[in-house]
DNA sequence: AACACCCGCAACCGCCGATTC
DNA sequence: GGAATCGGCGGTTGCGGGTGT
């Protein structure tokens, strides 16, 4: 799944393209995705890039399974706001709008077979709709505790993520030897994660420039870190 | 073992509001 | 003030893995 020269890639983000993507992130910031996008040397679009890093990279996701306590504020805070599944997210850290949107799919399917099924027993001749059972059930515990599932330890259900161990090392490499990112970039650190076969684009400004790099004109940068780019 | 079906999730799309020029 | 651009949000789709037949 290569893309040709000049299209934007589409699909399942590789992992060399997330590394790529936290690097980048990490020396500009969360923000100005397509300037991002585009010195990334990533053929995405800065929306892709920005999904991408909201959704899985950004460090402090949680993973796995919804916690009771989770499900039951998402169910609650979904009757009072409905569908603002970004602002839902605002209040459960570490789980995306995506997350909760996903999960609440799920759980309303679930909940219109449960429904289907009571009704077909009891040939009720009124079948609630999605909402007005959510509103309902929202504030009745009994009705909601008897869908939670008791949920497994975190750490067994998350699987391995390659870039969650990237930040794990980053923070840990810091701390422990006081060298930054870029330091840890230049003896290789990191050699030991599968991005070792990754070839980061280089970079001078990684060298010398002395500036914060967010001063530095989009122009100016494109010219010294993808000298194609800018001439394209 | 092979196939069909279902579920969960990642990613894309289109729209809209905010910001910049 | 209006146009262009960017970022955020919600809806939708499609794929992969798991499970049932």
């Given at each position: 799944m290569v893309a040709e020269k000049g299209e934007t890639r589409k699909g399942p983000w590789t992992e060399q393209?997330?590394?790529?993507?936290?690097?980048?992130?990490?020396?500009?910031g969360e923000r100005r995705w397509d300037f991002l996008a585009k010195v990334s040397g990533l053929n995405r679009t800065g929306k892709s890039c920005r999904l991408r890093w909201v959704n899985y990279l950004h460090p402090g996701l949680k993973r796995g399974r919804m916690t009771p306590q989770e499900e039951q504020l998402v169910l609650e805070l979904h009757a009072k706001w409905g569908n603002r599944w970004s602002r839902i997210?605002?209040?459960?850290?570490?789980r995306t709008d995506n997350e909760i949107k996903n999960y609440w799919r799920t759980h309303m399917r679930k909940k219109a077979q449960e429904q289907k099924k009571g009704s077909a027993a009891s040939a009720s001749p009124s079948s609630p709709s999605f909402s007005s059972t959510v509103t309902t059930t929202s504030n009745n515990?009994?009705?909601?505790s008897s869908e939670i599932e008791p949920i497994e330890n975190e750490e067994v259900v998350n699987g391995y993520n390659?870039?969650?161990?990237?930040?794990?090392?980053?923070?840990?490499?810091?701390?422990?030897t006081g060298l930054g990112f870029d330091?840890?970039?230049?003896?290789?650190?990191?050699?030991?994660l599968s991005c070792s076969s990754i070839t980061m684009p280089?970079?001078?400004?990684?060298?010398?420039?002395?500036?914060p790099l967010w001063r530095m004109d989009d122009e100016e940068f494109s010219e010294m870190i993808v000298p194609d780019l800018a001439h394209s």
């Open positions: 393209e997330d590394l790529q993507l936290v690097w980048f992130v990490r020396l500009f997210a605002r209040k459960l850290p570490g515990n009994e009705a909601q390659p870039v969650d161990q990237f930040w794990n090392e980053i923070t840990a490499s810091e701390a422990a330091e840890y970039k230049e003896i290789g650190c990191y050699t030991n280089y970079s001078p400004v990684w060298d010398y420039n002395p500036e």
